[in-house]
T-cell receptor, first 111, second 116 residues
Framework: DAKTTQPPSMDCAEGRAANLPCNHS???????VYWYRQIHSQGPQYIIH???NNETNEMASLIITEDRKSSTLILPHATLRDTAVYYC????????????FGKGTRLHILP | NAGVTQTPKFQVLKTGQSMTLQCAQD?????MYWYRQDPGMGLRLIYY???????DKGEVPNGYNVSRLNKREFSLRLESAAPSQTSVYFC???????????????FGPGTRLTVT
């Protein structure tokens, strides 16, 4: 079973910030939070990951709560090209293992 | 640098036929994965290989076999295809690179398989 819970779909107006939540209440101390997105029927694309500190890159920001039981992916200025399914996954950071994707959140950017 | 490549892109099989899906990566990654994605669903892990010579079952391994031929190549075989295996199959690879504990996965473009 996936270790994360996400809303099945969300809408966001173009130009606004899109905030995508993820619940991972059973996360272990050595597990990182990763975010991917899948545009149309392409292969998923990595966005960002973090352990406990907030992270930012050219694509997005990741906010992880202090207890690490939930996180939020922020797309600061959403465009139509950000319409995609967004997946939140957790995985151990120091070794390789099964990587389980859930059903993700389908984000619709509205013009 | 092609990243992760998959062949074929499309395939139609009859029930009971066999075939092998090929995957190759040119990033010198140790880990490789096979996922399937059914319409409107998320990705489900079939098998993965943490390093050359090792393979492990994922969430949905029944009906599939895999071979890690070498570090570059990881193939997925359907011995006797069934309509329930109609899906899009994605291969991925990853490696511990960059800043500590970065295990970014790179995905191929997918193989669209229909079993009639």
């Amino acid at each position: 079973d996936a270790k994360t819970t996400q809303p099945p779909s969300m809408d966001c107006a173009e130009g606004r910030a899109a905030n995508l939540p993820c619940n991972h209440s059973t996360i272990s101390g050595n597990e990182y939070v990763y975010w991917y997105r899948q545009i149309h029927s392409q292969g998923p694309q990595y966005i960002i990951h973090g352990l406990k500190n907030n992270e930012t890159n050219e694509m997005a920001s990741l906010i992880i709560t202090e207890d690490r039981k939930s996180s939020t992916l922020i797309l600061p200025h959403a465009t139509l090209r950000d319409t995609a399914v967004y997946y939140c996954i957790v995985r151990v950071g120091w070794r390789d293992d099964k990587i389980i994707f859930g059903k993700g959140t389908r984000l619709h950017i509205l013009p | 640098n092609a990243g992760v490549t998959q062949t074929p892109k499309f395939q139609v099989l009859k029930t009971g036929q066999s075939m092998t899906l090929q995957c190759a990566q040119d990033m010198n990654h140790n880990s490789m994965y096979w996922y399937r994605q059914d319409p409107g669903m998320g990705l489900r892990l079939i098998y993965y290989s943490a390093s050359e010579g090792t393979t492990d079952k994922g969430e949905v391994p029944n009906g599939y076999n895999v071979s890690r031929l070498n570090k570059r190549e990881f193939s997925l075989r359907l011995e006797s295809a069934a309509p329930s295996q109609t899906s899009v199959y994605f291969c991925a690879s990853s490696e511990l690179v960059g800043r500590p504990n970065s295990y970014e996965q790179y995905f191929g473009p997918g193989t669209r398989l229909t079993v009639t």
